[in-house]
């Protein structure tokens, strides 16, 4: 990992996007509006965070990308205000009554309940845990937000415009939320954005203390150890959603051999190394990924031999390999982002799936996920079923999987439960 890099060093001016006030009137007069069409604003009314561009009758004003607008039925009644963008959704609410989001207090007063959630959940002073979400996007009532806590340090990522330029208040919102124990705001949204406008940005540190030591990116979860690359990793540097799944998978490892397929850097291999398993064999493509998968399976695993990394195709080498094992893991990146490619994806899980299969031994455990959000759970759950009959093999359903609390789903958007999974006792 890289965390020395000069360009990261110095804490950027953020005052500038504090200068320009202007009283809450003023900004209503000056907010572009959007009126929708009869009928069309019953999802709204229900709390759902997406406007679709054809729900859309007319605008006022010319909104940009990444514009706060607001919101109105065609009676012109106030429905809320959001981040605009032109596409499929075209606004994406922040909230669903008069709100100045450029107010400091509206990002502080979200931040403040979407930790108080966390703590609910006993995350933020676990003795044995110093990494989880603190925001995610819908379920927290910030479409296009996402922030991860690690240890001390902060990893922003925004996934729309109107986000991204609202970084520094967001930034101080963090800042008032965590206190002294916050050493660093990493802001990795440039690989989440628009591909036009993350042109314009790069990787940066909103803060950083100057006496934190951000350097080790050392954390750990459930008492498990691991090194975690927010600047250069995938996504904000691990899948802190997979927690609890991890933990569950302690209970079948003991003295067992392991496979674990698109290991990333080795979250549920490092589990099953700390459980006890016999021996652990992780497999991804990215050459990356096996060298954090090593150096964190090296902090967990105190004895020679009980981990073996292969730099492979998991797709591949699940489908050449002849190796049995006890419990086999496969958790792939997302098949599809979109409906038209649905049927190509499901048929990609059913050879996957059919591949892990074959590769467990008789009386042995299968996890498998999906998170693509376009294959839902019921989708999942058949095109599994069907793998395991082409395979002639008998199988058992003993867990239904999903992500974890810092993850939440808002009741009014149940697009946001992607993460679904399955554990299989296999004949």
Known sequence: MVFSSGKFNKTPNLQPFFDQVFLPEEILRMTPKIYLKPGKDEFVRRFHPWVFSGAIQRTTGQPADGDVVEVLDRQENCLGFGHFHHGSIAVRMLTFE????NAPEFWEQRLRAAWAVRRTAGLTDAPATDCFRLVHGEGDGLSGLVIDVYGSAVVLQCHSIGMHRQRALIAQAVQQVLGGRL???????KEALPAQYAETV???????RPDGDVSTGMVTENGVRFRVDWETGQKTGFFLDQRDNRQLLTHFVRDKTVLNAFCYTGGFSCYALHAGAQMVHSVDISAKAME?????AALNAPFLGRHESSCADALRWLK????MYDVVIVDPPAFAKSLDKRHNAVQGYKRLNQSALRRVAPGGILFTFSCSQVVDRDLFYHTVAAAAMEVKRGVRVLHHLTQGADHPVSMFHPEGAYLKGLVLYVE
């Open 183 to 189: 050493s660093a705001i990493f802001d990795k949204s």
């Open 202 to 208: 790069q990787p940066e540190y909103l803060f950083r």
């Open 98 to 101: 008069a709100a100045d989001l």
């Open 320 to 323: 050449d390999s002849e190796a």
């Open 292 to 296: 954090l998968t090593a150096e964190n």
